[in-house]
């Protein structure tokens, strides 16, 4: 009994933390970041539903005396001649051909190089790894003085063939596919006579979904939130995204001669992440059923 009872003393043991006070300042940490993260959002949410005059009488982290969430949304949606929704119709466009273009030739090319064997992978393998590791901004000026070279400066394509360039999107796929979709499994398909294409569409992409959804939002994100890239490229108002739209709003609340918008910029940002919010919380099943895939053993 003795020995019975040592050893079961000796399982609890090993199953009770060995170090709780470096779980509890994790724990602490975790909290204090999702504080530091939530905080900005909920002043964003709170301050878009007051009114220009509330904005600057009422403390900013709750709730002024009335409640002009809806009239704000209106009047942002109706400013000078609705250009709010010519903005986020241009993010769309941008974000479609752009981002789902990206997405796509990342796809191809990730698994084409993790798949295929060839002369000069190795290489390619080089110049991928070194263009994940230049800033984008170090190259939005030489790319502004080439497309000014071939007059699309101030076009939709000076947004999106830029976007269509996603080195860590290939390199993510490019390692992704390496475990995800057998050798064997490609093998079998070639020898029931079902073509590369064929083969690709059917099956592959079926296993690399997980990859392609995270590689979609990482190139969504990006593209949404682009700023400096359509700052120099475009110089006609109606081609702007929101986040150069609504910092031209932000310049004209705080200008010399500031005008009564500021509740505009603030209800335009709200309405500016509501979709990426949305479609995370959608496309996150996708991550989920990767990794319950990844985690049994077939």
């Known amino acids: 009994m003795s020995a019975i009872s040592s050893r079961s003393d000796g399982l609890r043991a090993t199953r009770s933390p060995r170090n709780p006070r470096k779980s509890l300042a994790l724990t602490l940490f ?23 005059r ?5 403390f900013g982290l709750w709730f002024g005396s009335d409640f002009s969430l809806f009239s704000n949304i209106h ?8 250009i709010f929704l ?6 769309l466009l941008y ?7 990206a997405t796509l030739l990342a796809t191809l090319a990730g698994y084409g190089l993790a798949k295929f064997r060839f002369r000069g992978r190795g290489a390619v393998f080089a110049v991928v790894l070194g263009a994940i590791a230049v800033p984008g901004t170090a190259l939005a000026v030489p790319t502004f003085l080439m497309f000014s070279q071939l007059g699309l400066t101030n076009t939709p394509l000076a947004i999106i063939i830029p976007s269509l360039a996603s080195p860590f999107g290939l390199y993510l796929i490019w390692a992704y596919a390496e475990d995800a979709v057998p050798g064997e499994l490609l093998e079998a398909a070639r020898m029931d006579g079902a ?12 296993l690399l979904a997980p990859g392609i959804v995270t590689v979609a939002l990482f190139t969504v994100v990006a593209t949404w939130n682009n700023y400096f890239l359509p700052l120099i490229m475009l110089s006609d108002p109606s081609l702007y995204p929101l986040t150069v739209g609504l910092n031209q709003w932000n310049a004209q609340a705080t200008g010399v001669s ?26 996150q099943r996708y ?8 985690s049994v053993k077939q």
Do not use: C
């Open 30 to 52: 975790m909290v204090i970041f999702l504080i530091y993260s939530l905080v900005p959002l909920f002043w964003l949410v709170v301050n878009a539903t007051k009114s220009q």
């Open 287 to 294: 991550w989920q059923s990767g990794l319950s895939a990844g």
């Open 95 to 101: 974000v479609v051909v752009g981002a789902g273009g």
């Open 75 to 82: 009047d942002t949606l109706t400013y000078d001649n609705g």
């Open 54 to 58: 509330s904005l600057f009488t009422s």
């Open 86 to 91: 010519r903005w986020f119709a241009n993010t």
């Open 258 to 283: 500031a005008q009564p918008i500021y509740n505009l910029v603030i209800t335009g940002s709200l309405l500016t992440i509501i979709p990426i919010v949305v479609g995370f919380l959608i496309l």
């Open 195 to 206: 073509g590369e294409l064929r083969t690709f569409f059917t099956i592959s992409i079926r």
